[in-house]
């Protein structure tokens, strides 16, 4: 089991086709390891009257690869 709590978020909606950025931190509780922050990246489409996930990227950020500053100017 791990907690997920999510962050900003942002979201791009064009006709039928969405796309949403959400910053989240992820822990396992009682677990030795810190919390893992990364991007979740959704994108969607609709049809008729529903909103359908058609992909979902995750990226882990670190020392090296940070969340950028700017992410939600």
């Given at each position: 089991?791990?907690?997920?709590?999510?962050?900003?978020?942002?979201?791009?909606?064009?006709?039928?086709?969405?796309?949403?950025?959400?910053?989240?931190e992820a822990s396992i509780?009682?677990?030795?390891?810190?919390?893992?922050?990364?991007?979740?990246?959704?994108?969607?489409?609709?049809?008729?009257?529903?909103?359908?996930?058609?992909?979902?990227?995750?990226?882990?950020?670190?020392?090296?690869?940070?969340?950028?500053?700017?992410?939600?100017?």
């Amino acid at each position: 089991m791990f907690v997920n709590n999510s962050g900003n978020k942002k979201s791009f909606v064009f006709g039928n086709i969405a796309h949403f950025l959400v910053v989240y931190e992820a822990s396992i509780p009682n677990s030795k390891f810190p919390p893992q922050q990364g991007l979740d990246s959704f994108q969607l489409m609709k049809k008729g009257n529903q909103w359908l996930i058609t992909s979902i990227v995750n990226e882990v950020s670190s020392p090296w690869n940070p969340l950028p500053k700017n992410l939600f100017e």
